[in-house]
């Protein structure tokens, strides 16, 4: 009776490693766990550091340009402003003519855009096509003619 009772003593005092899971016993996994872990943790660690490199000056801008003139002179205020001063927008867009501006900008970007998208594939029809002296030279001067229309679309 009494080797039973210490087997089933025996039985129950181990039954906890039966009970734990195969990571817990086994070293080796429990190794790789902690060191995807602590690479997980490194590359978190990087991101948030980048992240902070690339935010902190569009946070710093936003905050500048919501600041009065006597806030912008006042070296105690740095990040957040003493009032915020919204007709700074509405002065920058006209007075800087936004609006002419953006225009302009399209205007060359999607007419060069355009110009490049049209150009190019006519000279790869023109390139794929059989003509005189198609092998060598024709071939060459098809590769040689985009960056002249680019340039020619641009004005220089």
Same mark, same amino acid.
């Given at each position: 009776?009494?080797?039973?009772?210490?087997?089933?003593?025996?039985?129950?005092?181990?039954?906890?490693?039966?009970?734990?899971?195969?990571?817990?016993?086994?070293?080796? =996994?429990?190794?790789?766990?902690?060191?995807?872990?602590?690479?997980?943790?490194?590359?978190?660690?990087?991101?948030?550091?980048?992240?902070?490199?690339?935010? %902190?000056?569009?946070?710093? =801008?936003?905050?500048? @340009?919501?600041?009065? @003139?006597?806030?912008?002179?006042?070296?105690?205020? %740095?990040?957040?402003? @003493?009032?915020?001063?919204?007709?700074?927008?509405?002065?920058?867009?006209? @007075?800087?003519?936004? %609006?002419?501006?953006?225009?302009?900008?399209?205007? =060359?970007?999607?007419?060069?855009?355009?110009?490049?998208?049209?150009?190019?594939?006519?000279?790869?029809?023109?390139?794929?096509?059989?003509?005189?002296?198609?092998?060598?030279?024709?071939?060459?001067?098809?590769?040689?003619?985009?960056? %002249?229309?680019?340039?020619?679309?641009?004005?220089?």
């Amino acid at each position: 009776m009494r080797e039973i009772a210490m087997a089933s003593i025996a039985a129950s005092s181990t039954s906890f490693l039966v009970e734990r899971p195969k990571w817990w016993r086994d070293g080796q =996994i429990v190794r790789r766990r902690s060191i995807t872990f602590l690479q997980r943790a490194f590359t978190y660690i990087v991101l948030i550091d980048i992240a902070f490199v690339f935010l %902190v000056p569009i946070f710093y =801008i936003m905050a500048t @340009s919501l600041k009065t @003139s006597q806030d912008l002179t006042d070296p105690t205020i %740095v990040w957040i402003p @003493s009032g915020f001063f919204w007709i700074n927008y509405p002065l920058a867009f006209f @007075s800087m003519a936004y %609006v002419k501006s953006l225009s302009n900008s399209l205007y =060359i970007s999607l007419g060069s855009a355009l110009g490049q998208t049209v150009s190019c594939a006519h000279l790869s029809a023109l390139c794929r096509a059989e003509f005189l002296w198609s092998r060598i030279e024709g071939r060459t001067l098809c590769r040689r003619l985009p960056p %002249v229309l680019q340039d020619a679309a641009l004005g220089t």
